[in-house]
């Protein structure tokens, strides 16, 4: 099994800034990629972002050059720089992971953290 923790969200205004944390624990040393997703008030949940272990990233168009993603493989971690917010931004921001398993990837999903972008 793996657990994910994440911290970070809240209440900024349009224009601001905030980081997310995603910690991995139980069973990491499987664990290949990454990530992010989103789920606004009646939309169904979307992918914001990814990385995997080598570094390799995607991101969503809505959000290429306003937001980052990295992760310290050593820590599990997983980080969702999110700068220029914008309220169509405001969502519960799930992080995102997957395993390696004999048959494929297992995903795994943290219990969400709300961001919300509002003046």
């Known amino acids: 099994q793996v657990q994910l923790v994440e911290s970070g969200g809240g209440l900024v205004q349009p224009g601001g800034s905030l980081r997310l944390s995603c910690a991995a624990s139980g069973s990491t040393f499987t664990i290949n990629a990454m990530g992010w997703y989103r789920q606004a008030p009646g939309k169904q949940r979307e992918l914001v972002t990814t990385?995997?272990?080598?570094?390799?990233?995607n991101y969503a168009d809505s959000v290429k050059g306003r937001f980052t993603i990295s992760r310290d493989n050593a820590k599990n971690t997983v980080y969702l720089q999110m700068n220029s917010l914008k309220p169509e931004d405001t969502a519960v921001y799930y992080c995102?992971?997957?395993?390696?398993?004999?048959?494929?990837?297992?995903?795994?999903w943290g219990q969400g953290t709300q961001v919300t972008v509002s003046s």
């Open positions: 995102y992971s997957n395993r390696r398993m004999s048959w494929g990837l297992q995903a795994y």
């Open positions: 990385i995997t272990t080598g570094g390799t990233t």
